[in-house]
């Protein structure tokens, strides 16, 4: 069994400005997302909703070595890491099939593409 990583890039601010009906279909997609891995023999052992990128925190080193930490975005782009799931599988092309699933779930603005990685597994079960 591998373990994969479906990450769900986003543009945040069509989720800040989508409607609670519009959430609430997302949060759907999301809930098919799980059946169908479920009823196919995946199995999602973590995942999460993360925070706009506006919280985030970066952490750097400065020329001396010292930690630097600065408030806000990484980098300038439209679209932003918004979710993730673990998902254990046997079928890599299937879970690609299922990952469609939540491909574009808010229209123009919003996702059009989900990505999938192996996560690297190290010797004594590590990840």
Excluded: C, N
């Amino acid at each position: 069994m591998t373990t994969y990583v479906v990450l769900l890039p986003g543009v945040e601010d069509a989720w800040e400005h989508a409607s609670a009906e519009e959430r609430a279909a997302v949060y759907a997609k999301h809930g098919e997302f799980a059946r169908v891995l479920a009823e196919r023999g995946h199995r999602v052992t973590g995942g999460a909703e993360l925070e706009q990128s506006r919280d985030a925190k970066q952490v750097t080193r400065d020329a001396a070595g010292r930690v630097v930490v600065t408030d806000g975005l990484y980098a300038e782009t439209t679209e932003q890491l918004t979710g993730f799931y673990l998902v254990e599988s046997d079928d890599l092309d299937d879970l690609l099939q299922v990952s469609a699933i939540l491909v574009g779930h808010l229209g123009d603005g919003d996702a059009g593409t989900v990505e999938v990685r192996a996560v690297v597994e190290h010797a004594g079960g590590a990840s």
